[in-house]
């Protein structure tokens, strides 16, 4: 990456320069919210101590965000789960088989919306627009009712208030919510959750009035859905929602914000619309709002919010680039106030945390309190001048040149294999309905294989022999033996439960990305970055830094043990190359297909020593090949191309008769089904069971001709399925697979579930795929 160069002179400091954020991480330093939500749960947390946690970490944010120079503290961006599902409770919008849990308990039916009960599932959840955190679908329908219920908005923009801070309520906007929604279930297709905005429209002005009763100046509402491609009626519905919320002289000024990308269509409508303010992103693709802002004429009397600081990544700000974009914006808008480009939920809490990088790295890191401090000396500089901030420029250039020419960050050999990978390309030696046939012969399984996506639970005993071995109070040889023994549980587990193709259970393993991270040259892995994938479930994106390669064998060993413990199939498993960079904080200073490419040529290097292992059975996962799909369709072809090639490169080196399986979840496939061909592997199993299999027909209808395993076991909710339910599900699969083709599994991997769960489960599946062998068989 290499350095802007600041202008010789600077501007004449012209106009007051706020700063603030979009959100912030919810988790606190040490994931106290995770902790008090899973207590809760379990009935060790009561709920007045939940609420207690709760809200110490958010006056501890908001003074920390007033203490590191914010004017203005977003509130409301506070979830004991998720956001959008806090919308769907602000509106009224509850399910009607929650209903009555939520009028019994508000808190336990939340939780119950969120996770299901035994007698009731959870709402559907799926990717929030391209990044790796999930969110809760909304069920809508003709007869959907709203109602405001404005609690949560008012007590926390209140709190806030008390500590002597100005805040800005954030709510998710009604537009985004309805593109959001999907028909509830039941309800006859063709039926458009954005057909029930007029009935919202009124909800939202309540809801408004009452925050302004309340004291709220300003009131942010999130539109991200708009930098999507949009119909003209989606437009028009945008203009006529936010004319309406405009006209209303009880409310307060109105910020609407979108963020990651460009607005394009949008923008007009939003600029043309009586609101106060606009809050956009000038990062990465949203870079190209700062021409479309200025061809539209800018916003002349208004507030801007310029997102000039990636909320989505880890490395510092270009200090001097963003000031030239911030000098360019001061002549756009009535008022221009510095931000991040979208809500800090994304990264982890504070750099300074992680003591053991190597000091240099460290200081090309930022995570969200240093963001926090970029944004703040942004102001200063856009208010003072470029004098004002002399000192951080000048160290910031300094990081940055060290950065683009570290030799930590190249390795001239991986480059030179990976071009020479990009120019010969990578496809099987046979195609699939040859190998299939071969594959069948080997592997001799019976119709309707039953199988899991990979991991089993991660107890309490293996997290604390991680834990242990850490800390130096267990050694390397009393590791792998504990190991070792969850390895022969899951597999003697397994055989019991009547699974035909095995997994070792992946005890070792503490996430599906780190394990692979920490063990390939080029990454950095973190102690405390800790960033929110959904609920209670928290991860630690690894950081890609420089180029990557494999030192050597990272899965062969456990694999090798587990196969030499059963007669049957134990599956190698893998991460694929475009997970590997989407649930990472990936580099910005090459293209994301160079990087895919050298990912891919390491796990190619894994998956030929699994395969001269013995290994029949090989699965490597891309979950994240449809949530990286970047939001504008002229954007796609590209991404896809090099997302497939990259899968490619990783599996085409094996025989005919070894079987390539990968595995998706929770995203919406049936736009990027020809990419699931290309990939070209024989086996895909994806998540189905909150969404009814609408997946297996999806794929049906467009001719996918592989073998498919559509979920039938919801392993994010507690609930257990039963054998009819079970039946039920593999009944629609056959409708859309043919048996020959037809896998059983769950919808992900296991380890966030507790045995118990699990057992009862699986026992449920392989007698639901018994049961429809027998009929089957019998014609």
Known sequence: MTPKTAPPAPHAPAREAGATVHGWPRQGPDRELKRAVEGYWKGRVTAGELHDTAAR??????????????????????????????????????????????????????????????????????????????????????????????????????EARALGLVARPVL????????????APGVAPGFRP?????????????????LRAAGAEWVQLDEPALVQDRTPAELDAVARAYQSLGMPTDRPKLLVASYFGRLG????????????????????????????????????????????????????????????????????????????????????????????????IARWLAFARQKTAEVVTLARGLAGGRAAIDGELAANQADLAARATSSRTRDPAVRARAEQAAATGSHRSRPYGQRAGAQRERLAL?????TTIGSFPQTDELRSARADLRAGRLDAAGYRERMAAAVREVIVFQEEAGLDVLVHGEPERNDMVQFFAEQLTGYLATRHGWVQSYGTRYVRPPI???????????????????????????????????????WSFVRDDQPRAQTARQVALALRDEVADLEAAGTAVIQVDEPALRETLPLRAADQDGYLAWATEAFRLATSGVRPDTQIHTHMCYAEFGDIVQAIEDLDADVISLEAARSHMRVAAELS???????????????????????AEEVALLREGLAAVPADRLWVNPDCGLKTRGWPEVTASLAAMVTAARTLRAELATG
């Open 701 to 723: 209808a467009a001719g996918y001709p592989r073998e498919v395993g559509p979920g039938v076991y919801d392993i994010h909710s507690p609930r257990v399925p039963d054998v």
């Open 265 to 360: 269509e949008a923008l007009p409508v939003l600029a043309g619309a009586p609101v106060e303010g606009l809050a956009m992103d000038f990062t990465g693709p949203g870079a190209a709002n700062l021409g479309d802002l200025a061809a539209a004429g800018g916003l002349p009397g208004r507030r801007l919010v310029a997102g000039v600081v990636d909320g989505r990544n880890v490395w510092i700000n270009d200090l001097a680039g963003s000031l030239t974009v911030l000098d360019t914006l001061l002549g756009l808008a009535g008022r221009v106030d510095v931000a991040t480009s979208c809500s800090l939920l994304h990264v982890p809490l504070d750099a300074a945390a992680e003591r053991g990088v190597d000091p240099q």
């Open 57 to 158: 970490l958010r006056r501890s944010a908001w003074r920390q965000l007033a203490d590191a120079g914010l004017g203005e503290v977003p509130t409301g961006d506070f979830s004991y789960y998720d956001h959008v599902l806090d919308t769907s409770v602000m509106v009224g919008a509850v399910p009607t088989r929650h209903r009555a849990a939520v009028a019994e308990d508000a808190l336990d039916g939340y939780f119950a919306m969120a996770r299901g009960t035994q007698d009731a599932p959870p709402l559907e959840m799926t990717k929030w627009f391209d990044t790796n955190y999930h969110y809760l679908v909304p069920e809508l329908g003709p007869d959907t009712g709203f109602a405001a219920d404005p609690a949560k908005q008012v007590a926390e923009f209140t």
């Open 544 to 582: 890609l830094v420089g180029d990557i390669s494999r030192p050597g064998p990272m899965t062969v060993e456990w694999t090798r043990y587990a196969q030499s413990l059963t007669d049957r199939p134990v599956k190698g498993m893998l991460t694929g190359p475009v997970t590997m960079l989407a």
């Open 172 to 183: 998710v906007g009604p537009v985004t919510y309805l593109l959001l929604a999907k028909p």
């Open 194 to 210: 954005l057909t029930l905005l007029d009935r919202l429209l009124p909800v939202y002005a309540r809801l408004l009035a009452d």
């Open 446 to 450: 019976p119709p309707l294989p039953t």
